[in-house]
């Protein structure tokens, strides 16, 4: 087992340097601090975008250890990078890693993602994140004590909204079958299928299932019309 | 074939120049574009010089003492050349002056024009020309000429003073990746004058590295150990007002991390550029600039104070960021280069 990780360790530092980005990102760094004197994400999380640079001038074993919750405290704001004086961009690393992250299914991505698996579903079934019937008191606390009375009659106030594309309340307008397939096509060609399968087996399979059905319908009424 | 020297600015290096030209005996005019000579540090009132911390009215009265009704030479404020045509041994100078214009002949000319401080606008992070009491050392040269010290806001001496070193300096975010060079010992200077004001002040100079160089260690020293003065390395990230005083925000990169504290005068070490005036004699006369746009020598070992242009020499903050001291010892070897050049001419 010690192997296989510093096998990892290995091939996600060489993974970083062989990023294109990479060499723009990582310059040089003097320990000012003024990244992370500006960092908000900075205040509330142990996370400092200089510690970043430097991590990544450390070697391996340094950049290793960011992989967990490091990575994911950054807001991706890239503050750091506007006040950078070696023009270094430390929110641009975090980006990096994160992508590799989730490319090789690390359980910090996993951890990460499950609690968008809702959102996720949205976007790749119908192209929005987050629906009127998402918009529940048990997710969405923060909105305050008229969420419950939101819910009530949702389809009829949605109704009520004069635009005929918002009368749905499973997405946040009505998303063309066309646009539908398109949307499939693109995250099928581009892979994103296969890093949601990476991550969340179960998640993708619902979407698959979905999508297949949706598409299926769309290319019988295409058939149809011919 | 004119047998003068006209020497451009007279700051420290001019003044020296000029001086030296007099003992030598040689023809020379002396132009600056401000009503007063003794260049920036007394454009801007300076208070007290690095290395020996002496009154900057001291140290230039006796610089301008030395061009005054001098034989042979002539001193004009307020004037600056407009054009130059002809070449080493006859360049033919168009002055624009207080009494109108006029032109000259001149065999040599040296180029004194100096530097001009960074514009701290142009780094948004601190707040420059927005919260009064973020002021740069510049104005700080000015506020501690006067014998109390006092913030702009409200007129109140402020108990917490904060130094930013390297503002507009080694910055690749504002376009100025060279060190200025003076700052580092200017804000040690300037935080001991803090506290021979006000002993009760806590000052604070904040720092990626401190480059007092050579023989002026002694001032990051001094200012530690018989001042009390604190050094945090770390960039200050922002500036931001809060309840009528300057909210700090950085990182103690060495110790303590994060730190937000409360300060009453944020004083930014704007560095060096060169000035308007040197930006405009390098087109007149042609001048090859280094990448930061100063003036480049011909060869910076065997030729430091002599332009690629033949007949035109170089002295001062105009190539690159430094003391007054330095700048009048250039002045002088600039001089001595001008007048060995003529003789050597005459004698052909």
């Given at each position: 087992m010690p192997d296989d990780k510093d096998r990892e360790k290995h091939e996600i530092f060489e993974e970083l340097r062989a990023d294109p980005r990479y060499h723009d990102f990582v310059r040089g760094c003097l320990n000012c601090g003024v990244c992370t004197g500006w960092c908000p994400s900075h205040r509330f999380f142990d996370y400092a975008p200089r510690i970043v640079i430097q991590n990544c001038l450390a070697g391996e074993d340094r950049v290793y250890g960011m992989m967990g919750e490091y990575i994911w405290a950054?807001?991706?704001?890239?503050s750091c990078a506007m006040v950078c004086p070696f023009n270094n961009n430390p929110g641009g690393v975090v980006a990096i890693l994160r992508e590799i992250a989730v490319r090789r299914g690390m359980m910090s991505a996993k951890r990460v993602l499950k609690p968008y698996s809702r959102v996720l579903l949205k976007v790749m079934t119908f192209g929005n994140q987050v629906s009127p019937d998402m918009i529940q008191p048990d997710f969405f606390p923060d909105w305050g004590p008229k969420i419950p009375w939101a819910q009530e009659d949702l389809e009829l106030k949605r109704q009520a909204i004069p635009v005929p594309t918002l009368r749905t309340v499973e997405s946040a307008w009505k998303v063309a079958e066309s646009t539908m397939n398109e949307l499939y096509t693109i995250n099928k060609e581009a892979g994103i299928f296969d890093l949601v399968e990476v991550n969340d087996p179960g998640l993708a399979e619902v979407i698959e299932d979905d999508v297949q059905d949706k598409v299926a319908a769309y290319l019988a009424e295409e058939a149809k019309k011919e | 074939m004119s047998e003068a020297v006209l020497i451009i600015g007279g700051g420290p290096a001019g003044l020296a120049a000029a001086a030296s030209l007099a003992d030598l005996g040689v023809e020379a005019v002396l132009v600056e574009k401000?009503?007063?000579?003794?260049g920036t540090p007394k454009k801007y009132a300076y208070s007290k010089l690095v290395p020996d911390l002496r009154p900057a009215q001291e140290t230039l009265a006796p610089l301008v003492q030395r061009v005054q009704g001098r034989e042979g030479l002539r001193v004009l404020t307020d004037a600056r050349p407009t054009a130059v045509s002809g070449k080493a041994g006859d360049f033919k100078v168009r002055l624009a002056g207080p009494a109108g214009e006029e032109e000259l002949s001149a065999g040599a000319i040296i180029v004194a024009t100096g530097f001009e401080h960074f514009?701290?606008?142009?780094?948004?992070?601190?707040?420059y020309g927005i919260y009064p009491d973020v002021v740069d050392i510049r104005d700080m040269e000015r506020m501690l000429s006067e014998p109390q010290l006092k913030r702009p806001s409200d007129g109140q001496v402020p108990q917490r003073v904060g130094f930013i070193l390297c503002v507009g300096s080694r910055d690749r975010m504002v376009g100025n990746t060279y060190c200025s060079r003076v700052c580092c010992s200017v804000c040690c200077v300037q935080a001991i004058e803090v506290k021979e004001k006000n002993p009760s002040a806590e000052v604070y100079i904040f720092y990626m590295d401190i480059r007092t160089y050579g023989l002026l260690e002694n001032l990051y020293w001094e200012a530690q150990e018989e001042h009390g003065v604190l050094f945090v390395k770390g960039r200050v990230g922002e500036i931001l007002p809060r309840d009528g005083q300057l909210m700090v925000k950085g990182e103690d990169t060495l110790l303590r991390g994060p730190f937000e504290v409360p300060f009453d005068l944020m004083v930014l070490a704007s560095g060096m550029e060169p000035g308007e005036g040197t930006v405009q004699v390098a087109e007149l006369l042609n001048l090859a600039r280094e990448p930061n746009g100063f003036l480049a020598p011909r060869d910076s070992h065997t030729a430091p104070l002599e332009a690629a242009v033949e007949g035109v020499f170089l002295a001062g903050a105009d190539l690159a960021p430094k003391f007054s001291d330095d700048a009048v010892a250039e002045g002088a070897g600039a001089a001595v280069r001008a007048a060995a050049f003529l003789r050597s001419r005459a004698g052909r």
């Amino acid at each position: 087992m010690p192997d296989d990780k510093d096998r990892e360790k290995h091939e996600i530092f060489e993974e970083l340097r062989a990023d294109p980005r990479y060499h723009d990102f990582v310059r040089g760094c003097l320990n000012c601090g003024v990244c992370t004197g500006w960092c908000p994400s900075h205040r509330f999380f142990d996370y400092a975008p200089r510690i970043v640079i430097q991590n990544c001038l450390a070697g391996e074993d340094r950049v290793y250890g960011m992989m967990g919750e490091y990575i994911w405290a950054c807001a991706q704001c890239f503050s750091c990078a506007m006040v950078c004086p070696f023009n270094n961009n430390p929110g641009g690393v975090v980006a990096i890693l994160r992508e590799i992250a989730v490319r090789r299914g690390m359980m910090s991505a996993k951890r990460v993602l499950k609690p968008y698996s809702r959102v996720l579903l949205k976007v790749m079934t119908f192209g929005n994140q987050v629906s009127p019937d998402m918009i529940q008191p048990d997710f969405f606390p923060d909105w305050g004590p008229k969420i419950p009375w939101a819910q009530e009659d949702l389809e009829l106030k949605r109704q009520a909204i004069p635009v005929p594309t918002l009368r749905t309340v499973e997405s946040a307008w009505k998303v063309a079958e066309s646009t539908m397939n398109e949307l499939y096509t693109i995250n099928k060609e581009a892979g994103i299928f296969d890093l949601v399968e990476v991550n969340d087996p179960g998640l993708a399979e619902v979407i698959e299932d979905d999508v297949q059905d949706k598409v299926a319908a769309y290319l019988a009424e295409e058939a149809k019309k011919e | 074939m004119s047998e003068a020297v006209l020497i451009i600015g007279g700051g420290p290096a001019g003044l020296a120049a000029a001086a030296s030209l007099a003992d030598l005996g040689v023809e020379a005019v002396l132009v600056e574009k401000e009503p007063e000579l003794g260049g920036t540090p007394k454009k801007y009132a300076y208070s007290k010089l690095v290395p020996d911390l002496r009154p900057a009215q001291e140290t230039l009265a006796p610089l301008v003492q030395r061009v005054q009704g001098r034989e042979g030479l002539r001193v004009l404020t307020d004037a600056r050349p407009t054009a130059v045509s002809g070449k080493a041994g006859d360049f033919k100078v168009r002055l624009a002056g207080p009494a109108g214009e006029e032109e000259l002949s001149a065999g040599a000319i040296i180029v004194a024009t100096g530097f001009e401080h960074f514009d701290a606008r142009r780094d948004t992070k601190y707040g420059y020309g927005i919260y009064p009491d973020v002021v740069d050392i510049r104005d700080m040269e000015r506020m501690l000429s006067e014998p109390q010290l006092k913030r702009p806001s409200d007129g109140q001496v402020p108990q917490r003073v904060g130094f930013i070193l390297c503002v507009g300096s080694r910055d690749r975010m504002v376009g100025n990746t060279y060190c200025s060079r003076v700052c580092c010992s200017v804000c040690c200077v300037q935080a001991i004058e803090v506290k021979e004001k006000n002993p009760s002040a806590e000052v604070y100079i904040f720092y990626m590295d401190i480059r007092t160089y050579g023989l002026l260690e002694n001032l990051y020293w001094e200012a530690q150990e018989e001042h009390g003065v604190l050094f945090v390395k770390g960039r200050v990230g922002e500036i931001l007002p809060r309840d009528g005083q300057l909210m700090v925000k950085g990182e103690d990169t060495l110790l303590r991390g994060p730190f937000e504290v409360p300060f009453d005068l944020m004083v930014l070490a704007s560095g060096m550029e060169p000035g308007e005036g040197t930006v405009q004699v390098a087109e007149l006369l042609n001048l090859a600039r280094e990448p930061n746009g100063f003036l480049a020598p011909r060869d910076s070992h065997t030729a430091p104070l002599e332009a690629a242009v033949e007949g035109v020499f170089l002295a001062g903050a105009d190539l690159a960021p430094k003391f007054s001291d330095d700048a009048v010892a250039e002045g002088a070897g600039a001089a001595v280069r001008a007048a060995a050049f003529l003789r050597s001419r005459a004698g052909r």
